[in-house]
């Protein structure tokens, strides 16, 4: 199984930001969607926000109006930046390629952490 490396978390005051980065191989082959994770300690994994093959862009409702993914494809890199962070966005965020024809489908990273203190 393949790799990829998301970044970006730390730990930050509530009405922070961030911006993680998730470097996916092929992304700009134009195959790929990223979804982006995240799960809490002793919480279930939560979807949080995708960026389709064709750059369309979806966000949880816990997330609408604060955060925003974008790409960069000379990076192979997607985004997700962070506004007006709460205490429940803490948790470990992970990246998720897909696709049938994407050549990263299946790879994984160990997430990044986020923390938001109030």
């Known amino acids: 199984q393949g790799r990829l490396v998301e970044s970006g978390g730390d730990s930050v005051q509530a009405g922070g930001s961030l911006r993680l980065s998730c470097t996916v191989p092929g992304f700009s082959s134009s195959n790929c969607g990223v979804n982006w994770y995240r799960q809490a300690t002793g919480k279930q994994r939560e979807w949080v926000s995708q960026?389709?093959?064709?750059?369309?862009?979806t966000y949880a409702d816990f997330v609408k109006g604060r955060f925003t993914i974008s790409q960069d494809k000379v990076r192979d890199t997607v985004y997700l930046q962070m506004n007006s962070l709460k205490p429940e966005d803490t948790g470990r965020y992970f990246c998720?390629?897909?696709?049938?024809?994407?050549?990263?489908?299946?790879?994984r990273g160990q997430g990044t952490q986020v923390t938001v203190s109030s």
């Open positions: 960026m389709s093959a064709g750059s369309i862009t």
């Open positions: 998720e390629p897909y696709g049938l024809r994407c050549p990263a489908r299946g790879y």
